[in-house]
């Protein structure tokens, strides 16, 4: 083995570079998803609509009739799922504006937005390991954002008042003079 130093990669970016890059993957991925998340939600919502109307066509004959008791299990969890899904997703657009500003309370906001995510999914995940891991990857988002927003190289973007997320460490530098060659 060569003598030297080993070069250890830590797992927070390092560099304003890094910072700047994984932002920037953040802020297109949460748009992406929260206009996903809009579509979904609003989809889940006239699911809801229209099972909840069928509902009442049949409700008049019989509460107790075949099929009752599980269509409407699934009419409330389509509207636990709509009104789930509009949230996060208004809540991620609002985050990735901000994001992409250089918003000081966009971190903020974000990492809230994140933590009540992921505590969601554990909670909703307590029944089986298999159900645990299922609401985590959907939640793989939320982590790979705290990881991105609790960074120290991202705080000094956000306390630095040269860097923004929507600018480069290269565009973000002072234009050098060149060195003086002849002494």
Known sequence: ???????????????????LRHLKTLTDSLRKVAWAGLIGGFGCGVIAFVLSHSLGAFSSHSSNGPGFPEISGITAVARFM???????????????WGLSRGKTWARYAGAAVFIGKILLCVSLGRGSVASMVVFLLIASLDIYGLWV??????????????????????SSQAPRKPANLVT
């Open 1 to 19: 083995m060569a003598s030297g130093s080993i070069s250890v990669r830590r797992p927070f970016a390092q560099n304003s570079g890094d910072a």
């Open 149 to 170: 927003l609790l960074s120290k190289a991202t705080a000094q973007l956000f306390t630095s008042p040269s860097l923004t997320p929507n600018q480069t460490p290269e």
């Open 82 to 96: 709509a009104v789930a899904l509009i949230a996060f997703s208004i809540l991620y657009l609002i985050a990735s």
